[in-house]
């Protein structure tokens, strides 16, 4: 690893402005986990590293009104074993405790794995279909932005320069809804997923009322398949109408060959996974 | 492009015992530990988080030492696989898996029995299902961890923290 010019600011108004007056040059670290093997294999370069490890009041866990405050410096092992979250958004607790491995997770970072936007992440299928929304600071502000609209590409989200993740905002899921997330694992049980699914499901006299469902590691970045979701909505949940609904995900994805599996293979599993996803959700299995 | 980096002082607690190191920025920890303060009881293997060989205790909370900057950890207390015995008396976890076959060719075990300690001392009584989802980070290639799991289990049961 190349060595760089360290920095590690005691305050976010620090950080944005070291961030401001090395430009390009510097890069946020937070728990460091992801960042750290991508400086040993060259594929990031930063002549000057802004560590947030000591940045204070960024790592909290708030309930506000239906949804949850997450602060960007929150460890994922704290969402993971959170009782409010648990209590209020257990899918969420869910994803945050399939990450990796406990060692991991005592490290990384909610904000740190958002601005990381490797596709095959494990909570965020989840935090689409939770309609989660991104809270960014710079020195001109604060703005928020819809998770959809932050996931522009591989390794590629809509932070600008100058820019800081400071909360995430995770809406819980509706009244009554059913929340799962399928993990598809074919290698080691602490591996990024062949393909993850996230799914949530409110039945009501057999009738889907609402339906959700997130998709990871099957496109540049995970994404929602509304087109599915609008086919089950308002109709009769039956095993024939959700393995329908399930096939259509082939048409949505666009995976990479990699050691985790073929492009064929993981559209083949896209479909399986998305109807187990379904079933579960939507109370079929 | 700069050129020139600086040295950093670092100031830590490992083990109990404070302990300055200067150090470039780009130090790992497990190479601090290593090279720096001739603490070699952690190791390092696969270097990219995945085994579990570096593995300390960073204020209380296992991490991989190799994905972990020396500058990081400035003012932190650390433990590692020295701090694990009282003077000559053995950890009932590294008892346990001398007892019990809990390594082979050794190289896994410092990270082994830090991760089951901090394991232990969050919950004294795991089920197997809580030490295999535990200790899924920590690779061996020597026993097929059905001993480190029956060490723990052992060590458990003799309220071993």
Not at chain 1, 81 to 95: D, H, I, Q
Not at chain 1, 98 to 118: E, F, K, P, Y
Not at chain 2, 96 to 114: A, E, L, R
Request: a negative charge; proline letters at 4%; hydrophobic letters at 40%.
């Amino acid at each position: 690893m190349r060595d760089f010019f360290f920095h590690a600011p005691d305050n976010l108004q620090e950080a944005l402005s070291l961030l401001n007056e090395h430009g390009d040059d510097a890069r946020l670290m937070a728990g460091g986990t992801a960042m750290m093997l991508m400086m040993k294999q060259s594929l990031l370069e930063a002549n000057h590293v802004v560590s947030l490890h000591k940045v204070p009041g960024l790592a909290y866990i708030n309930r506000d009104n239906g949804t949850l405050r997450i602060g960007a410096l929150t460890k994922h092992r704290d969402v993971e074993t959170s009782a409010e979250v648990k209590a209020t958004n257990p899918l969420l607790a869910e994803v945050y405790s399939r990450i990796a491995t406990v060692r991991i997770r005592n490290v990384g970072t909610v904000g740190g794995g958002l601005a990381h936007s490797d596709p095959a992440q494990d909570p965020q299928p989840a935090l689409l279909a939770l309609g989660a929304r991104v809270k960014i600071t710079s020195a001109k502000g604060e703005r928020e932005v819809a998770l959809s609209d932050f996931l522009v590409d591989y390794y590629e989200t809509a932070l600008e320069p100058g820019e800081v993740i400071t909360e995430l905002i995770v809406p819980n899921a509706p009244d009554g809804a059913k929340g799962v997330y399928i993990k598809y694992l074919p290698r080691t049980a602490d591996d990024y997923p062949t393909v993850g699914v996230a799914a949530i499901g409110v039945v009501n006299g057999g009738v889907c009322q609402d339906v959700r469902l997130g998709l990871g590691a099957l496109a540049p970045t995970a994404l929602r398949a509304t087109s599915v979701e609008d086919a089950l909505k308002g109709q009769q949940v039956t095993a024939q109408s959700v393995r329908q609904a399930a096939e259509a995900v082939a048409d949505l994805v666009d995976p990479l060959d990699d050691p985790r599996g073929s492009a064929e293979y993981k559209r083949d599993m896209s479909v399986v996974f998305a109807r187990r996803a379904l079933e579960q959700a939507l109370g079929l299995s | 492009m700069t050129t020139s980096t600086a040295l950093h002082k670092v100031s830590l607690t490992i083990n109990g015992k404070k302990y300055d190191a200067e150090v470039p920025a780009r130090r790992t920890l497990v190479d601090m530990l290593r090279y720096d303060l001739g603490l070699t009881g952690t190791k390092e293997a696969c270097s990219v988080g995945v085994c579990g060989a570096c593995t300390v205790l960073l204020n209380g909370s296992i991490v991989a030492s190799c994905l972990t900057l020396a500058v990081q950890a400035d003012g932190a207390e650390i433990t590692t696989i020295e701090g694990i015995a009282d003077g000559d008396k053995l950890h009932p976890l590294q008892e346990s898996f001398m007892n019990n076959g809990g390594f082979q060719c050794g190289i896994c075990t410092p990270g082994q029995i830090v991760a089951s300690k901090a394991l232990l001392d969050s919950n004294p009584h795991p089920t197997e299902d809580e030490i295999k989802e535990w200790m899924m980070g920590n690779l061996c290639r020597c026993t097929g961890y059905y001993q480190i799991i029956e060490s723990i289990q052992k060590a458990a049961e003799a309220g071993g923290k």
